[in-house]
Nanobody, 125 residues
Framework: QVQLVESGGGSVQAGGSLRLSCRIS????????LAWFRHPPGKEREGVAR?????????RYLESVEGRFTISRDNAKSTLDLQMNSLKPEDTATYYC?????????????????WGRGTQVTVSS
């Protein structure tokens, strides 16, 4: 059974940092895409960052987080992290870890078959 469990959320003031982690278990697909999505209050869920299992570890970011967030994966530990720096109030959201069983392509949530339950990030001004 595939399980994705997020941790590391919390409350922080604007300009601060948080590191989210996702522990992945029971996921046997070596070709995959791992991603972080977020669901801001009153808005639709959006893709934040994704990382491919290809030889280059190809990454993509939502434009508004480029240069502030860094996604990384540790295949040996089966973990996916998101380092978030220079946080802004508009980064407030529930953050979800997601996985799909093929290479990354686009941000459509329907392409990701596995999801965690989410972790709350609140950034105050």
């Amino acid at each position: 059974q595939v399980q994705l469990v997020e941790s590391g959320g919390g409350s922080v003031q604007a300009g601060g940092s948080l590191r989210l982690s996702c522990r992945i278990s029971g996921f046997p697909y070596t070709t995959n895409c791992l991603a972080w999505f977020r669901h801001p209050p009153g808005k639709e869920r959006e893709g934040v960052a994704r990382i491919d299992s290809d030889d280059y570890g190809t990454v993509r970011y939502l434009e508004s987080v480029e240069g502030r967030f860094t996604i990384s994966r540790d295949n040996a530990k089966s973990t996916l992290d998101l380092q978030m720096n220079s946080l802004k109030p508009e980064d407030t959201a529930t953050y979800y870890c997601a996985a799909k069983t093929w290479h990354c392509s686009g941000w459509a949530t329907g392409g990701y078959g596995y999801w965690g339950r989410g972790t709350q990030v609140t950034v105050s001004s």
